[in-house]
């Protein structure tokens, strides 16, 4: 199993539009290519499917970048516009696809938000060649793979809940838990995410946020899971990878756009 991470900023990336005038941020050194954060997506691929979490208005760029040449089929973990608003550009996949719809997988809400942003796109084939066609799927509590399974659950996020997503590989035995976008992470996600081999968290910022973990509560929650290795992602500019990546304890560090981790 692999997970390449595409994007690891928060919803205005990093750094954000006039920096320079925002008063106390951190110093972040942008000489630092992992201060550069687009918004937070990833791919994973387990055994030979590959699995393309969230598009973020970069997708594109992050295909391009990271060479992302394949997706099987579409997760997303809820309908904010930094997680929905690349699916145009699921377009490529579709043509590479011969025009088969590109099955999309999220929670009831999250499809309504598809429906409502790409009414065009919803069909069992594109409209005319190089258009994107979307066939929405609730997704189960489990998803089979030929090679592993899709296990979920729903973490609080202020108005909305977003899906929790643990990866099982058959061959490799291995775990991956991808937590994004959540206030919470309480006893049944925990215990749900327990025996991973990588833990993927949202970790904001070092201050509170209603609908986001901070680093220090995303530590406890790491800890508290005990993954083999977790990173962090969806950070604000108020994180330096280097200066707050030396404070984290053993066995957890700040992800990175093009990150690629083989479990
Ligand atoms: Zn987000
Ligand atoms: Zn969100």
């Known amino acids: 199993m692999d997970i390449i991470f595409l994007g690891t900023g928060t ?14 941020g951190a110093d972040l050194d942008l000489g630092n290519p992992k201060n550069w954060r687009t918004r937070t997506s990833a791919h ?22 990271n060479q992302i040449e394949q997706i099987d089929l579409f997760i997303l ?65 489990s998803l089979a793979l030929p090679d592993g399974t899709i296990r979920h659950t729903l973490l609080p996020h202020g108005r909305t809940s977003v899906l929790g997503l643990i990866f099982e590989e058959h061959s490799s035995g291995r775990k991956l838990a991808y937590y994004t976008d959540c206030a919470r992470v309480d006893s049944a996600q925990r215990e749900l995410a327990r025996g991973a081999d990588v833990l993927v968290l949202d970790a904001l ?15 406890e929650v790491a800890r508290d899971i005990g993954a083999g290795q977790t990173w962090f992602t969806h950070m604000t500019f108020m994180i330096d990878a280097q200066s707050h990546g030396r404070e984290l304890p053993p066995g957890m560090d700040f992800a990175w756009d093009g990150l690629q981790i083989h479990l």
């Open 44 to 65: 994973v691929i387990v055994g030979k499917t590959h699995i393309q979490i969230d598009a973020a208005q970069e997708f594109r760029l992050q295909c391009l970048h």
């Open 205 to 219: 910022r070092p201050t509170p946020h209603p609908t986001h973990l901070s680093v220090s509560e995303a530590v």
């Open 77 to 141: 973990t809820h309908g904010h516009a930094d997680h929905i608003l690349g699916m145009d550009d699921l377009r490529r996949f579709c043509d590479l696809r011969d025009g088969i719809a590109l099955p999309v997988y999220s929670t009831r809400e999250g499809l309504e938000r598809v429906r409502e942003i790409y009414p065009y796109a919803i069909r069992s084939k594109p409209e005319f060649a190089g258009y994107p066609a979307f066939s929405l799927r609730e997704i189960p509590e």
């Open 11 to 24: 919803s205005q990336g990093v750094p954000m539009i006039a920096q320079s005038a925002h008063v106390g």
